[in-house]
């Protein structure tokens, strides 16, 4: 439904709705009024009246709620009824009330005709209901002013009603006029900024191209610069790994100097006891006592030597550790200095040397822990065969020759034990060696980073074209602006 069907529509049904109520109390006032009516109407004719005109009404409704015709049939039902009511209650002066309601139901369609026509009527019908009142009223005397009064007021309404419409037309009128001189003004500017929307458009094509180089230029810088960021950034990781790597390694080896020395201070102790056992063999059978504390001592101090020789072979484990994660740091920079080209290259070389010495490395720390394994297992037989000279103490007296002859195997082992432990310092002084060369290689890393700088060169270059390119959008954009301004 378009909306000025719908205008219609909504003015008929509230037409319908409040006209629905003048009808009911006017019949409802022909009901109340009918015993002391005069007149040439009588109450039943004006019912039967009135019936057939809200048929009419409620018809004119039905059948043209959505048409302008419905609007003047349901005015003229209401007229009509108007009509019948006056003229069949000459003898209520208040009657006229209906009429008032009657124009200013007739206001909603704001139809200066069908108002003018309606006022009209409804003081022609006050007009007649004068003389009818006169004729046929028994209260002339008392309420012939009030009649003229009630005709005053009827036209008094009349004529406002009409002024209403006629001013409420020309205001209308003068509303539309202004609404299209707005929307000429509208078309006006729509066409003018539709042509600054094409001058900009034009410059803007200008932008979007300088842009799309400053993009792509942008994007190979972006590239560059990922690239030499993720390589400073590798480079950075392995050095700080290398280092801490180099601090275990120079931790564990300050670990394995002390325990050399407190397994060389141990077998000190252990070969002293045993020339002292040795010299005191012949007179086990008077000093047996002497001989089990002498017995127990030295099994305490093999123990002691034996979890010496433990604490050694993890830290081996530990060297070997680092050693493995050396190496393999040393690959993955292997693999990166080739990824980086000729930047690459002195990385490449400091990479290898770092390979070679973590394989050296990892040779002396093998060699150490399998001298370590035999000492264990030496240390081993000689606590176990310490703990079978204290047990055998309660019997020496039978086997004073077997005592003997496990002193000089013991004092063989305690030997061996000086000899590997021998071995095992100078194989600490060659980690030493190689962890110098290893902080000398990390060293030279700074040399490399140099050539990875030199990277950045081009990423300035690129830069600077990104920066004519930005220029030119800006000279583009300000003419845009200019254009924008002439025409406002």
């Known amino acids: 439904m378009e ?17 629905s109520i003048i009808m009911g109390f006017e019949l409802l006032s022909t009901i109340v009024y009918r015993a002391a009516r005069v007149g040439f109407l009588t109450t039943t004719v004006m019912l039967v009246c009135q019936i057939l005109i809200a048929g009419f ?32 209650s000459v003898h209520i002066t208040y009657i006229w009330a209906f009429g008032p309601g009657i124009l200013v139901l007739v206001l909603l369609f704001a139809d200066n005709k069908l108002t003018l026509v309606t006022a009209v009527s409804v003081v022609g019908i006050n007009v007649i209901y004068i003389p009818l009142f006169f004729k046929y009223s028994v209260e002339v005397a008392d309420r012939q002013y009030a009649v003229y009064t009630d005709t005053v007021f009827s ?22 006029e202004e609404i299209e001189e707005g929307a000429r003004l509208q078309e006006e500017n729509a066409r003018v900024m539709k042509e600054i929307g094409e001058q900009i458009a034009s410059k803007l094509e200008d932008a979007n191209e300088a842009m799309e180089g400053l993009a792509s230029k942008v994007q190979s810088s972006a590239e560059s610069a990922q690239q030499i960021s993720e390589s400073v950034t590798l480079t950075a990781e392995a050095v700080q790994t290398q280092t801490e790597m180099n601090a275990n390694i120079t931790e564990s080896l300050e670990n394995i100097a002390h325990q050399s020395r407190a397994m060389r201070r141990n077998a000190d102790e252990v070969t002293e006891n045993i020339s002292d056992g040795n010299s005191l063999v ?7 006592e002497e001989s089990s504390a002498i017995n127990a001592e030295t099994a305490t ?14 830290i081996v484990s530990t060297i070997l ?17 080739a990824r980086a080209g000729e930047a690459g290259k002195g990385f490449a070389v400091v990479a290898d040397e ?36 204290v047990d ?46 290893v902080m000398d290689a990390i060293s030279n890393l700074s040399a490399t980073s140099e050539e990875v700088a030199a990277s950045a060169e081009s990423s300035i270059t690129i830069s600077e074209d990104c920066e004519n390119d930005m220029k030119n959008t800006e000279d583009i954009l300000h003419a845009i602006l200019e254009i924008s301004r002439a025409n406002n």
Do not use: P, W
């Open 3 to 19: 909306l000025k069907d719908r205008h219609v529509y909504e003015r008929n049904k509230l037409a319908f709705k409040f006209g």
């Open 57 to 88: 009404f409620v018809y004119s409704y039905l059948r043209y709620s959505k048409r302008n015709r419905g609007k003047y049939l349901m005015m003229m039902a209401l007229l009509g009824s108007y009509l019948v009511v006056m003229l069949g």
């Open 155 to 176: 036209l008094l309404i009349a004529l406002m009603s009409v002024f209403y419409v006629l001013l409420n037309s020309r205001h209308n009128a003068e509303s539309v």
């Open 282 to 288: 012949q007179e086990l059978r008077k000093k047996s």
């Open 301 to 314: 101090m093999t123990a002691d030597l034996q979890q010496s020789a433990d604490t050694v072979k993890d």
């Open 321 to 337: 550790d680092i050693s493995g994660q050396t190496n393999l740091l040393a690959l993955n920079a292997s693999i990166e200095a």
């Open 354 to 389: 770092i390979r070679a010495l973590s394989e050296h490395t990892k040779e002396s720390a093998e060699e150490i822990a399998n001298t370590i394994d035999e000492l264990i297992k030496k240390v081993t037989i000689a606590s176990d065969n310490m703990q079978r000279s």
């Open 392 to 437: 055998s103490a309660n019997q020496q007296g039978e086997m004073i020759v077997e005592t003997g002859d496990k002193f000089k195997e013991i004092l063989e082992k305690v030997t061996d034990l000086t000899r590997r432990a021998t071995v095992i310092s100078e194989d600490v002084d060659s980690c030493v060696d190689a962890n110098t060369k």
